[in-house]
């Protein structure tokens, strides 16, 4: 039961990491006027960061 929970909530974690990131990234995208290659992979990699940054936030705020 334990090990179900986790993984249910380890799921819900990696959700929602998932869609900060897809928004943070095409927040990106919409707000450059011209992508290139280097453009789009330091959004990628800016969206990662404030996706990890958001969902640990949140989390933090829950344990309040």
């Given at each position: 039961?334990g090990?179900t929970?986790?993984?249910?909530?380890?799921?819900?974690?990696?959700?929602?990491?998932?869609c900060?990131?897809?928004?943070?990234v095409a927040?990106w995208i919409?707000?450059?006027?011209d992508v290139?290659?280097?453009?789009l992979a330091v959004?990628?990699?800016?969206?990662l960061a404030g996706?990890?940054?958001?969902t640990?936030?949140?989390?933090?705020?829950?344990?309040e």
């Amino acid at each position: 039961m334990g090990s179900t929970r986790r993984r249910g909530g380890l799921l819900r974690a990696a959700a929602e990491l998932l869609c900060w990131w897809a928004a943070l990234v095409a927040l990106w995208i919409v707000l450059i006027s011209d992508v290139d290659e280097w453009e789009l992979a330091v959004g990628i990699g800016c969206g990662l960061a404030g996706a990890s940054a958001a969902t640990a936030a949140r989390r933090a705020a829950a344990l309040e």
